[in-house]
């Protein structure tokens, strides 16, 4: 199968591209912007026959339409993908994620492709603490930020193009991913490159949120899962089971890296912070039967560790910038 890959230099793309070379025989044409967030680092090593690199932007309609004219399906990471960022500048997010996805799906219909959406589960806002359900694929959307009301426009706007145009599309919607090459502005990243750096963590508010943690690599089986054998039109959530308070991840993150549990500081809160995200994946498991490989997260995190600390020269010419941005911010 040939595979055209948006936003594969990102975190999840680029770990999803590492996971099709691993584990089947697909070609894979990746399309990315390379915006601060892209790097062509996240996919050396790749053989060049099974992977080529289309440096462009997914709003270029005519750069779509002649890669979507070459591929047998498509998988759509690419996205302004940061909350934080999002409200600083909402402008970005408009373009990538709305007009962007407008416009693979334009060319999706042209040229009768096989599509698949990644998106997010903060499509339908949060849960309180204490909310015994979780959410499923008939949560009503209720997104909080700027990010993930961009992302609730685009998945709507898939399900408009499945439904009026006959798209063969597929969507998930994801809890919070971590592993290699996840860019150091994200939570884990930033905290472990802290402590790295000998810069003491940084929780927003009181760190009681909860996030729903899965390795990238299980998110990376999720998707080619419903690729191979997902129902057409059909949205599924992926999720592994992974709750967490941020307190608890960051106090984590520390002992694992030999510092004192406590050795944070509390910033500033996120405005709007969601507090919690909780993903009920029953129908990809039953229907579908996916299972996460990565169920020990306190293995996941140390592995995680040990890839930071072994790739530095990957995630240092950003680090600093960040931290300029986040210390403007009180954060
Ligand atoms: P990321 O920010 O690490 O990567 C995004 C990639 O998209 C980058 O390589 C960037 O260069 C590229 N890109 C951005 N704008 C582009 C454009 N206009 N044209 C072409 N390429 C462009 O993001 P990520 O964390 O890997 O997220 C990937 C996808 O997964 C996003 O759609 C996001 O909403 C979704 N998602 C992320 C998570 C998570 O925990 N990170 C969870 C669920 C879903
Ligand atoms: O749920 C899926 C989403 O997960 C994806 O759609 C987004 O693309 C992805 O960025 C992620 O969103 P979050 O906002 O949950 O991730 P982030 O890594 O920015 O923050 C995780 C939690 O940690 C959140 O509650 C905010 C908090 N936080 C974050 C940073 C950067 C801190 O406490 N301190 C920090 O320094």
């Not at 590492?18 to 790097?39: C, F, K, M, Q, S």
């Not at 499509?123 to 949560?139: A, H, I, K």
């Not at 961009?150 to 971590?178: E, H, M, P, Q």
Request: charged share 25%; glycine share 8%.
């Amino acid at each position: 199968m040939r595979l055209l890959v948006t936003g594969g230099a990102g975190f999840i793309g680029s770990n999803f591209v590492h996971h099709v070379v691993a584990h089947t025989d697909d070609h894979v044409t990746v399309l990315d912007a390379l915006t601060y967030a892209g790097n062509r680092a996240s996919l050396a090593g790749l053989p060049s026959e099974r992977v080529e690199f289309v440096h462009g932007d997914i709003t270029d309609a005519a750069l779509v339409s002649g890669l979507f004219a070459e591929a047998d399906a498509v998988v759509h990471y690419a996205a302004e993908s940061h909350n934080d960022n999002s409200l600083h500048d909402p402008r970005p997010f408009l373009d990538t994620n709305i007009v962007g996805t407008y416009t693979l799906l334009e060319a999706a219909r042209r040229h009768d492709v096989r599509f698949h959406h990644i998106s997010t589960d903060e499509v339908y806002g949060d849960l309180e603490l204490d909310d015994p359900e979780r959410f499923t694929e008939s949560t009503p959307y209720n997104p909080s930020s700027p990010y993930s009301s961009t992302k609730a426009g685009s998945d709507l706007l898939v399900r408009a193009w499945a439904r009026s145009f006959g798209v063969r599309a597929t969507i998930s919607n994801c809890s919070n991913n971590y592993g290699p090459y996840q860019h150091v502005e994200k939570f884990i990243p930033r905290q472990i490159t802290n402590v790295i750096r000998g810069i003491r963590p940084r929780l927003y508010g009181e760190g009681r949120n909860v996030r729903d943690w899965i390795h990238a690599d299980d998110h990376s089986s999720a998707v080619l899962t419903i690729l191979d054998r997902g129902r057409i039109g059909e949205t599924y959530l992926i999720g592994a089971d992974g709750e967490r308070s941020n307190r608890d991840v960051v106090e984590r993150i520390l002992t694992l890296m030999g510092e004192p549990a406590g050795a944070y500081d509390h910033v500033m809160d996120r405005a709007g912070h969601d507090l919690r995200y909780a993903i009920d994946s029953t129908k990809l498991r039953t229907e579908l039967g996916w299972a996460p490989r990565f169920s020990d997260f306190e293995a996941g995190l140390a592995a995680t560790i040990a890839w930071y600390r072994a790739n530095e020269s990957w995630w240092a010419p950003s680090k600093a910038g960040v931290e300029a941005f986040y210390a403007g911010k009180g954060q």
